[in-house]
């Protein structure tokens, strides 16, 4: 196992977690596709809101292609739970004005949390090309959207360099601009590594990036999926992660306790660096975002004020 690995930093992690009012969390949602996606969906945010996170958000399919179901979650998580949700708005196949359309409709329906993203290319487009008479990158979309109204806005940041960019300093130029536009946060893709998110906020700071820079932490329940997609996204699967889950792929049970395993080391090492607030892909299920999150020191409201 890499001297870079999490067990290389055992020694460092507190016995005890830190205490509620010290942790922040966020969890990621996408919009589901059939009544039984739904049912697991409203199962998984009812199970996670008594824990009171910062904000949930909602993705937004390539090209635009969920928009009217990322829009009818979110307003639904708005009007019948107690949870803050979030937008997720792309530059993707939409004109500047469409995308504002979208903004102020979601502005109207009391939604003031945006998390802007340049989008993934169409299915079928070999690479991502800006829409005529759209956003062509993410800082534009912020600007735009600051424009629109006043939204609080998040970004996406990649500790490994977005795969397209053409170093990892040009990335980091990229971040500035979309902070400098108007965001008041960034939000990493999933890493494994605890260092590089430490050496990459290092760089940030740095480069004069003063927002948080806030850890995208993946659950891994499903190995093969995410060797598959980390490929496509700029992650590298470390060698001693592979050995955690070899063996194991008709062993779903015991996947899931390696997970939480896994995620909530990640996590616990991250706060012991003095990182304070997470956001959690939960590809729809609460189960091993809650076990983590109460592992993290978060407890129901209720029983915190016990």
Not at 17 to 40: L, R
Not at 178 to 191: E, S, V
Not at 255 to 262: E, I, N, Y
Request: with cysteine; glycine share 6%; proline share 6%.
């Amino acid at each position: 196992m890499p001297e870079n690995s999490l067990s290389a930093h055992r020694h460092k992690l507190p016995l005890a977690p830190a205490t509620a009012a010290a942790i922040q969390v966020s969890y990621e949602f996408f919009p589901p596709k059939t009544e039984k996606m739904e049912q697991t969906l409203w199962a998984s945010i009812k199970r996670l809101e008594p824990l009171a996170p910062r904000f949930v958000s909602v993705t937004y399919g390539a090209g635009g292609t969920t928009r009217e179901r990322t829009h009818s979650t979110v307003a639904r998580i708005h009007n019948e739970t107690s949870l803050k949700a979030a937008a997720h708005l792309t530059c993707v196949a939409a004109t500047s004005d469409e995308v504002d359309a979208v903004a102020r409709n979601y502005w109207e329906t009391g939604i003031r949390h945006i998390v802007a993203l340049r989008g993934d290319p169409p299915d079928g487009a070999a690479a991502y090309v800006p829409h005529p008479g759209g956003y062509a990158y993410a800082a534009d979309l912020v600007a735009g959207l600051r424009r629109v109204a006043d939204f609080e806005i998040s970004v996406a940041a990649y500790p490994e360099t977005h795969p397209e960019a053409r170093s990892a300093d040009s990335d980091l130029d990229n971040l500035k601009r979309k902070i400098d536009a108007g965001a008041a946060r960034a939000i990493t893709q999933y890493f494994f590594e605890v260092d590089d998110y430490l050496r990459f906020v290092d760089r940030a700071r740095a480069r004069g990036i003063t927002v948080p820079i806030v850890p995208g932490i993946l659950p891994v329940v499903n190995f093969a999926q995410v060797v598959k997609f980390s490929a496509m996204c700029g992650t590298t699967v470390p060698q001693w992660m592979a050995d955690m889950f070899a063996g194991l792929d008709d062993d779903p049970e015991t996947r899931k306790l390696v997970a939480a395993t896994v995620a909530a080391e990640q996590c616990r090492l991250l706060q012991a660096n003095g990182v304070d607030e997470f956001h959690f892909y939960t590809l729809n299920r609460a189960d091993l975002a809650f076990a983590i999150s109460h592992i993290l020191g978060l407890r129901p409201a209720e029983e915190s004020a016990e």
